[in-house]
């Protein structure tokens, strides 16, 4: 048994579709979440920035004493995974193998789509993924550079015209494809699942790669014995780059209970 | 005389409306273009990443040897002219200051509106050249945060809906205000400036940063007696941090005579 918190972090609000999913699944855990929205977007970055950003987002969580890492950013997990687990001393999980081992189990007809961030589909990690979860699987990836921006713009409702002019373009393949299960292998974009989910129809499991991480997270910790003690509800503290008002404004929208707190503002640190 | 190139920089292929605007002011004039495209766009990165950006394309092109740099970029101009001036020992121009003149010339009803991206205006830059150049003039500035990411993932085109939208949104506020001189404060803007003149109706005056800058740039050369000799026609090299193919197909929308060439490709510096 274990007290220590567990770090979760992206380079925004994305990831606190984790921590919705963590706090649901392991009610009593206490959670340290870092959001680098003063650096948001990683996804048009550079896979050099994206690695040292990596070691610096996961520093500043171990530092702060967690048992274990949640790396809740698909752009990090694809471009830099190896980078963390280098770079701290605890367990590490993100969220592409779990939610590609989602996808492979979920999908019928073996046809399989990927929305990722430009930076995660140039990777080819959910790919790679999805073939070591299950051979014969047919991929159809699409990388989606304006979902992002236009969530943390404020373009996130399933009605917003500018959202739907890009969704139309971003599944447009994966209609072709035939794809009956759709990944969604950026934490940010389940914001935007039911505007998708409108546009697959009912016959198309989107798999929320937050929430699968959050499911490995909760499992491997179990196998660890690092589960925590105490009976009572877990605290959450969140820490942002980006300004602590529109931090709250959006986790709002992603968590239960009205959206986070406390909100604890750093400044972005120095690449 | 001073037969040595001109230099010219922006995050990416915007910065070739003003490159586009020399050439026709110039033709005898040689080149240097820098497009940063492999760290594009540089309008969500932090102020300090901004500025160690500046130092690093500012020295690039002077190491090269060029004669006088032209920031051909609203953010770096807006964020980081102070430290390219002090980076380099050749003159430096921009295009905040010149195009704030010709839009402050340009008004009647004195009403001026600004588009900028969100670093650009979160910076002020603009309302503070504005009303150095005339005062008491009403200004209403947005920042665009989508516009770039649209325009370099490929829906530039004026019938683009997802352009459309953005559009729609941007443009409200200053249909709003009434204003009757919209200055294009980024330089990829130009780009989409016929969906933008056809949105705001022919009674509005649309300032071209690119281009102003570059108009003061050779008036400023000129000036300084730094024109260059030679009677043929210059020619101009291009350098980019991005992929050449991705450069070359942009730079044929921006540029006469079916866009640019030579074009170099560079590693991305690292930040």
């Known amino acids: 048994l274990d007290n220590r918190p567990i770090g979760v972090f992206d380079s925004g609000v994305g990831g606190l579709t984790a921590v919705r999913a963590l706090q649901r699944l392991l009610p009593s855990e206490n959670i340290l979440y870092f959001g680098d929205s003063g650096r948001a977007p990683y996804g048009c970055r550079p896979v050099d920035e994206i690695r040292r950003i990596a070691r610096q987002d996961s520093s500043f969580l171990a530092e702060k004493g967690v048992k274990a890492l949640l790396v809740a950013c698909g752009t990090m997990d694809s471009n830099a995974l190896g980078d963390i687990v280098e770079n701290v001393t605890v367990p590490v999980g993100g969220v592409v193998r779990p939610s590609a081992e989602a996808a492979a189990a979920a999908t019928r007809n073996g046809r399989v789509g990927v929305l990722a961030t430009a930076a995660t589909a140039r990777s080819g990690a959910f790919g790679r993924a999805l073939a070591a979860a299950r051979a014969s699987l047919t991929v159809t990836a699409e990388g989606c550079p304006l979902l992002v921006p236009l969530i943390e713009s404020g373009h996130g409702a399933a009605d917003d015209p500018a959202l739907g002019e890009a969704l139309d373009e971003y599944l447009a393949p994966m209609q072709a494809a035939g794809v009956d299960t759709l990944l969604l292998g950026c934490t940010h974009f389940p914001l935007v699942s039911d505007a998708i989910a409108a546009r697959m129809g009912p016959g198309v499991t989107l798999i929320d790669s937050g929430a699968e991480g959050a499911r490995a997270c909760a499992r491997n910790l179990a196998e ?48």
């Not at 980006?242 to 709250?248: L, N, Q, R």
């Not at 239960?256 to 909100?263: L, Q, T, V």
């Open 224 to 271: 660890a014995g690092l589960l925590c003690g105490q009976e009572r509800r877990g605290s959450s503290i969140y820490y942002t780059s980006g300004g602590t008002d529109a931090f709250a404004r959006l986790s709002a929208l992603f968590l239960d209970a009205g959206g986070a707190g406390p909100i604890r503002g750093v400044e972005p640190f120095r690449l």
